[in-house]
């Protein structure tokens, strides 16, 4: 049984209404969370077109938004089908991995939507962030030996064919890693976080 510590900033950065300690850590087992209320911070919740100031909370009835005039209840079918029907424990897991997102209706109703912390892109900005880190490294290296080639003055075509030959799996290699870390970076910065 695999138990996920969280501490209590991460954890209930939702500012669960608990009496505990900041400084504690629990696991979401040792917490009972089926009376709990969880309040999201504004940090989690994105709110599109909403001009009053709105927060976020989930209890064992489900989402409700307060704002500064009254508590409205977010209907189920008003609540994203991921959402629907889940336990706080869930609620609270969810709201660790992406935020959400709360949008006020016509009727003074809200909608709450669920949004991992998604950019977009993330597969064209991996790629792309690949091959320029890949391009970079072969860009240097062939560079160097083309340098160090010519300073060899008539010998340069021989110096140079010798050591393509000897540093072109090294160039590779080192390409690929680069290429992968710049990937990475590349992707983290476009798409998932």
Request: with cysteine; net charge negative.
């Amino acid at each position: 049984m695999v138990h996920r510590r969280f501490s209590l900033s991460l954890l209930l950065s939702l500012a669960t209404v608990f009496s505990i300690s900041a400084m504690e850590t629990r696991s979401l087992d040792e917490i009972d969370m089926d009376s709990a209320t969880l309040e999201f911070l504004p940090e989690m919740v994105r709110t599109d077109g909403i001009e009053e100031e709105t927060n976020l909370f989930y209890d064992q009835e489900g989402f409700f938004v307060r704002t500064n005039e009254d508590a409205v209840r977010v209907h189920e079918y008003d609540t994203d089908k991921c959402l629907r029907g889940r336990s706080t424990k869930d609620i609270a897991k969810r709201a660790l991995l992406g935020k959400f997102k709360v949008s006020k209706l016509d009727n003074g109703e809200y909608v709450v939507r669920s949004h991992g912390a998604l950019k977009g892109s993330g597969v064209l900005g991996a790629t792309g962030g690949f091959y320029f880190g890949k391009f970079i490294v072969h860009l240097i290296g062939h560079s160097a030996i083309l340098v160090a080639g010519v300073c060899t003055g008539p010998a340069a075509p021989a110096t140079i064919a010798a050591l393509e030959a000897t540093f072109l799996p090294v160039i590779e290699a080192a390409s690929n890693v680069v290429g992968l870390g710049c990937g990475v970076a590349a992707g983290v910065a476009t798409g998932p976080v």
